[in-house]
């Protein structure tokens, strides 16, 4: 099985359009070791022809212009392509807004939580995908499913997903009431467990995710691979960089560093492979040369970046 990150970071990129933090102008000048990235997606393949794409950032046209095989083969059809399904973790802006890139009426699946599924049938605008072309599947929890395309055949491609704290999609928050809890832990943000058929080498991919509790640590023991939620170094990062005003924890994100960090929280898990998404134009680990990227480094963890690549 090949997984692909084509997008690696947080919602707006990097850098993002009109960020003017010392990380974005360092990315736009081409400075050593501060690389662009686009928003969070990743791209499996059980027999490197077909492809299930894991959320559809804003980002996905641009992906695929980056990504050979995600785009149609010499000898297919005038309007083919080999991506046959999308799951999204969640229904947030940089998870699901790239699905109106994909409206050409070409056939593929949308696999979502019934509370994701509801979001998009809220809003007509997805109605540009005509649901007797591009199905809508409910992505049910804490079972395996095999992902399938548009006309019911399998992909190879078997997805587990379950529950982990966060929050709702920012535009559904209700706005006027800062004692708001936003928090959901009931499906709105999901991880994924990915396999390949009849294979027991698998990757967990949680781009979003609050905090890290023992159930989660549990599921995790023995992992191949991770791709975890790596938004924020320090939980108050947005309000000290002077960009914002909420921390990581309000955002439905856990930090990198600190007694309640990630890094922390899951130390003496087994796991093979450990690697940072979803991570925010503020995160100084983008910085190859920072300390904070040295001490993610040391501590056994990798940064995505686009285009990087696992194989199982």
């Given amino acids: 099985m090949r997984v692909k990150i084509i997008g690696s970071a947080a919602g707006g990129g990097f850098p993002q359009w009109n960020c003017n933090y010392r990380l974005s102008r360092s990315a736009r000048s081409g400075m050593a070791g501060v690389h662009s990235r686009t928003q969070s997606s990743i791209a499996v393949s059980a027999d490197g022809t077909g492809w299930v794409l894991f959320n559809a950032s804003p980002d996905i046209g641009r992906q695929i212009a980056q990504t050979p095989e995600l785009q149609p083969a010499a000898d297919a059809l005038l309007r083919s392509t080999p991506i046959r399904a999308v799951v999204l973790t969640n229904g947030d802006v940089d998870h699901v807004a790239g699905l109106l890139s994909l409206r050409e009426r070409q056939p593929f699946a949308i696999y979502a939580t019934a509370q994701v599924l509801a979001t998009l049938a809220a809003n007509s605008i997805f109605n540009v995908l005509d649901p007797a072309i591009v199905p809508r599947r409910i992505l049910a929890l804490t079972e395996e499913l095999a992902i399938c395309n548009a006309d019911g055949q399998e992909t190879g491609v078997v997805v587990d997903a379950f529950p982990v704290p966060g929050k709702i999609a920012l535009y559904l928050e209700q706005r006027g009431d800062p004692s708001a809890d936003f928090s959901s832990d009931t499906g709105d943000t999901i991880g994924v467990r990915i396999s390949g058929a ?115």
Wanted: hydrophobic content about 45%.
């Fill in 198 to 312: 009849g294979s027991r080498a698998a990757v967990f991919y949680i781009p979003g995710c609050a905090r890290i509790d023992a159930a989660l640590r549990t599921r995790l023991a023995d992992a191949a691979c991770l791709l975890f939620d790596g938004t924020v170094y320090a939980d108050d990062e947005m309000i000290l960089a002077g960009v914002g005003q909420k921390t990581g924890a309000r955002m439905g994100h856990i930090a990198m560093s600190g007694e309640a960090g990630s890094i922390a929280a899951l130390v003496d898990v087994r796991i093979g492979r450990r690697v940072f998404v979803h991570i925010n134009n503020t995160n100084p680990v983008l910085d190859e040369s920072s300390a904070e990227h040295a001490a993610v480094r040391a501590a056994g963890w990798e940064i995505g970046s686009d285009g990087m690549e696992i194989e199982l």
